[in-house]
């Protein structure tokens, strides 16, 4: 069998979050963000962890750097922690955290690895959620103030600068469903977080490119592949229900500068949707230089027309419906086949029509990858490696699915591998590792994984590695 090879400068990153692998959660001025408040809530982390130390790289990022440029990765994606620039209401930068990005952007540049920068990767400052958080309009203001402070600060030694992560989690887990920071329960608060982040990211926008008008810019959504369990009417129009919440309520306000008017009559009983101002989808169209796709697993659902409508505060206890406003009829079906210790389905096929799909709507639109693993129970073992076929497994199957989405046409620049390293996994704690490295956490030791030495062979040759 031919091994497969990608097109010439195509991406081979790693990703990860401040708050999942910086720690120094206290370290030159950075003061608590929404998730350091959410993990002292009794309950709210399954160890009872947080990321105060985590990987600790914050003071480890020269030793971190150095696996990247060993791995032969091009790219690493990573987030600004907020809190470290803007420590307080009154938005003075602190130039120590400012000191901290570029010094991480030097090594990165001089280890031949382009920096992909996130702005906000869900570690919103405290005094910010203790004014309302994304449900409060000016917060967007301010994420734009924030954004150019950034980008006057690291300038064009960053190769893409992406404003938001997986604004669908920020919204209706945090707000929604509840098991991600702030951990409320409020679902006419989460649509108003859902607009006001598709605000925040317009400004954004705009923000970097009063800065540097050729920015390459972005925003990463973690669009949901959606399955009806039939092919019955009432299956599939759960599925349309749910795309219009869980997809089209980012991509076509970014893309297309509009909301589907079906999206306000399914969600007429939660909101009225009067927080959209006259001018707000002009400001959150904005030219986009790729658009970053993270994938996972999909979702598989069904009507049950005989459901009776919770309230509100019943549906936010059901686990997935309350995570999506206005689908208390819309049953969520369990995962089957071999499932990552995150209990999530594994089917690679799913990525190859998920990127069709975008790309057969929106054809000119440069895509990345910019998240996609597996958590598995890995262990060092006593050889001193960690074995892990499954993880290898998964990233070749996955790998391959990319592959096939290119040769369909498919403009896919880039995949960034999650994560890097073994980290803090929000509301699960340090028990589900998705590393390519593994992270002892008491000693900060990295240890190399099989899986990392695949995705090297593949990184530096450009082309799948044989015996998979």
């Known amino acids: ?41 009794a309950g709210n982390i399954l160890d009872g962890s947080n990321g105060d130390v985590a990987c600790d790289q914050y003071h480890r990022y020269p030793q971190d750097v150095q696996l990247m440029k060993e791995l032969g990765t091009n790219a690493y994606r990573f987030s ?9 209401a009154d938005g003075v930068v602190n130039q120590k955290g400012i000191d901290y990005y570029s010094r991480l952007v030097d090594e990165l540049l001089q280890a031949g690895i382009s920096p992909v920068v ?18 409060n309009r000016d917060v967007a203001y301010r994420f734009a103030e924030y954004a150019q402070v950034m980008v006057r600060a690291l300038g064009d030694r960053v190769h893409t600068w992406s404003t938001l992560n997986e604004p669908w989690c920020v919204a209706y887990l945090g707000y929604a469903e509840g098991s991600h920071a702030p951990g409320l ?45 039939s092919e019955t009417e009432a299956d599939r129009g759960a599925v349309a229900q749910l795309q219009r919440v869980a997809n089209d309520i980012w991509l076509l306000p970014i893309l297309e500068g509009r909301y589907d008017p079906q999206l306000f009559a399914d969600t007429a009983h939660v909101t009225d949707w009067s927080f959209v101002k006259d001018q707000d989808l002009a400001e959150v169209k904005q030219p986009l230089s790729v658009l970053g796709v ?36 819309i049953e969520f079906l369990p995962p089957v086949g071999p499932l990552t210790e995150m209990g999530w389905n594994q089917n690679p096929a799913a990525l190859t029509e998920l990127l069709l799909a975008v790309h057969n709507r929106y054809p000119a639109l440069e895509l990345m990858i910019t998240e996609n693993g597996s958590a598995f129970a890995d ?42 390293l073994d980290n803090f996994e929000w509301a699960f704690g340090y ?10 956490y008491q000693t900060q030791e990295r240890i190399w994984k099989d899986s990392a030495r695949w995705y090297q062979q593949l990184a530096k040759a450009n082309r799948v590695p044989s015996g998979v």
């Open 379 to 420: 262990e060092v073992g006593p050889d001193y490696q960690v074995h892990d076929p499954k993880r290898v497994a998964y990233l070749a199957a996955h790998i391959e699915a990319i592959g096939q989405a290119i040769d369909a046409g498919v403009p896919l620049t880039g995949y960034f591998a999650w994560s890097l």
């Open 80 to 88: 600004i922690a907020w809190p470290r620039i803007q420590p307080s």
């Open 185 to 229: 329960h409020d679902h006419p608060a989460s649509l108003r977080a859902a607009h006001h982040l598709n605000l925040a990211h317009g400004l954004g926008i705009q923000a970097i490119r009063s800065v540097l008008p050729d920015a390459r810019t972005s925003v990463t959504l973690n669009l949901q592949a959606l399955y009806p369990a």
């Open 294 to 329: 993270n994938y996972y697993s999909t979702t598989t659902v069904r009507r049950n027309l005989r459901a009776q409508l919770p309230s509100f505060e019943q549906a936010a206890k059901s686990d997935w419906v309350g995570a999506w406003p206005g689908a208390e009829t």
């Open 1 to 41: 069998m031919t091994q497969r090879v990608f097109p010439e400068n195509f991406i081979w990153g790693t990703a990860t979050a401040a708050y999942q692998v910086e720690g120094g959660v206290a370290a030159d001025g950075r003061t608590p963000s929404i998730w350091d408040t959410f993990c002292a809530g």
């Open 118 to 135: 996130t702005l906000y990767h869900w570690d919103l400052p405290q005094y910010l959620q203790d004014l309302g958080g994304w449900p």
């Open 431 to 440: 028990g589900k590792r998705f590393g390519l490295f593994f992270t002892d």
